[in-house]
């Protein structure tokens, strides 16, 4: 871990924190108790690497959305496995959006800004374009979307989970 990230109390210490086990329960009740709820959850609930339970919920959930900001581990794990994420993004192309979790405020941050363009660099390479790639040190593959698809998932699916479609 980075001294600055601590520093900033970007840390995971499992003696202090909840395993990401117990969020899932967590998750995975209140979705049982409110099966009717309409929410997103940001970075595909962290489920990235757990497809098949998460096909499980959203079959289960028909207004359980996936965002898809990219806290870059999640496209890492998705490219492992590019034709399970394929399916799984054409058979929910209506309700998985776009995120951009980026630095707001550069000024002259170059590092910041930097970061900000891999991340939208994974994600295109990701969504829209094809193969396979390092971006910035980054393996990326790609699944194959139409551009319709793109279109839900970079624009209309947030509308549309925010009601203004």
Known sequence: MKPENIEKGWYYDPA????CA????ALEEMLAKHPNLR???AHMGFYAD???RLTELMEKYPKLYMDIT???DIFEVLSREPKKA???FQRFDDR???GTDAWGDLGSNEEHRKYNEKKVKIVRHFLCEEGDAVIDGQFTSSISLTE???EKIYYYNCLRFMKKL
């Open 16 to 19: 202090l924190m909840p395993s």
């Open 22 to 25: 117990w969020f899932d329960e």
């Open 39 to 41: 929410i997103a959850l």
């Open 50 to 52: 757990k497809l098949d």
């Open 70 to 72: 990219p806290a870059l």
């Open 86 to 88: 394929e399916a799984f």
């Open 96 to 98: 998985i959006f776009y």
């Open 148 to 150: 319709e698809q793109q």
